[in-house]
């Protein structure tokens, strides 16, 4: 990774609204779909799209968190003495 990344990365995850817009888009995107009486899966393939999308949202939720190494603390402004 590179050093412009982790800056994007970084202001990325400092910016929660759009970390957050972003989270809820993936897991939504993840969510299963509506399915019409003739094109419905089998149990079978119902139950691997279930586990496939619950891993997604698992991996996203996971990957999210792993952002939060990217937090950075506010810079303090550094206040003069007046006794100098």
Do not use: C, H
Not at 48 to 53: E, L, P, Q, T
Not at 58 to 67: C, P
């Amino acid at each position: 990774m590179t050093e412009e990344d982790k800056i994007f990365l970084q202001q990325f995850y400092m910016n929660e609204p759009v970390r957050e817009a972003v989270q809820r888009f993936l897991l939504d995107y993840l969510s299963i779909g509506e399915w019409t009486d003739e094109r419905f899966p089998s149990n079978e393939n119902l139950g691997a799209i279930v586990r496939a999308s619950l891993e997604g949202k698992r991996l996203v939720r996971e990957g999210f968190k792993k952002l939060s190494r990217f937090k950075t603390e506010p810079e303090k402004e550094i206040e003069s003495n007046p006794a100098r």
